[in-house]
């Protein structure tokens, strides 16, 4: 059973930056689909990055985000990151990882969202 745990969610000023993390347990697969989304209160669930997890980790990121997020991965630590830089009010949101261990098509689910796997989100709250 694959499961994902977030943490790294905090509240900051706008402008400044965090570093969220998902850990993952219950496989270990050397091609696979990751990926962050988001959701403010009282908006629909949005796709912030998705990435293949191979030697070339091709990724997909939201326009809202290009430049200033990145998502990256330790594969020892079995970890995927999300370093969010210059950070905006419209960034609050519970922030969830994703996963799936058939990495086909997996650029597109940045708009699909379909992922077998879930975490239970970390809260990111930017204040102006």
Not at 43 to 52: D, F, I, P, Q
Request: with cysteine; glycine share 10%; proline share 2%.
């Amino acid at each position: 059973q694959v499961q994902l745990v977030e943490s790294g969610g905090a509240s900051v000023q706008a402008g400044g930056s965090l570093r969220l993390s998902c850990a993952a347990f219950g496989y270990s697969y050397s091609h696979y689909c990751m990926g962050w989304f988001r959701q403010a209160p009282g908006k629909e669930r949005e796709g912030v990055a998705v990435t293949v997890i191979d030697s070339a980790s091709s990724t997909n990121y939201a326009d809202s985000v290009k430049g200033r997020f990145t998502i990256s991965r330790d594969n020892a630590k079995n970890t995927l990151y999300l370093q969010m830089n210059t950070l905006k009010p419209e960034d609050t949101a519970m922030y969830y990882c994703a996963a799936d261990t058939n990495y086909v098509g997996c650029w597109f689910r940045l708009q699909s969202h379909d992922f077998p796997y879930w975490g239970q989100g970390t809260q990111v709250t930017v204040s102006s």
